[in-house]
């Protein structure tokens, strides 16, 4: 069974950055794709970011492109970890974060939440000023 420990969220101000972290432990992690999904208040949730099971391939939502990188540390000697840095943050990127991972050895990851069938519990990120 997969677990996932989500870190880096808080209050930023308009125009500033964060780092979100999810380290995901479990069997198998080389052949989970990952993604970065979000969740704001009175809204559905919506795919932010996903990478591939090697790291080779990545997918941002419109709103993300240009703003946010995720990245992919799959190391044997260093924890597993998805990182998505977020830039140029808007107070419409506040909401829950949560990563989740879906099983997927070959193709593109896909920003589709009916897909990822393990998630995290999930970290706040707000944008304020």
């Known amino acids: 069974q997969l677990q996932f420990v989500e870190s880096g969220g808080g209050l930023v101000q308009p125009g500033g950055s964060l780092r979100l972290s999810c380290e995901v432990s479990g069997l198998n992690l080389d052949r989970y794709a990952i993604a970065w999904f979000r969740q704001a208040p009175g809204k559905e949730r919506e795919a932010v970011s996903c990478?591939?099971?090697?790291?080779?391939?990545?997918?941002?939502?419109d709103s993300a492109k240009g703003r946010f990188t995720i990245s992919r540390d799959n190391a044997e000697n260093t924890k597993n970890t998805v990182y998505l840095q977020m830039d140029s943050l808007n107070v419409e990127d506040t909401g829950v974060y949560y990563c989740?991972?879906?099983?997927?050895?070959?193709?593109?990851?896909?920003?589709?939440?009916?897909?990822?069938?393990?998630w995290g519990q999930g970290i706040q990120v707000t944008v304020s000023s």
């Open positions: 989740a991972a879906d099983l997927r050895l070959f193709g593109p990851c896909v920003l589709l939440l009916s897909t990822y069938k393990h």
């Open positions: 990478i591939t099971n090697r790291g080779r391939s990545t997918n941002y939502a």
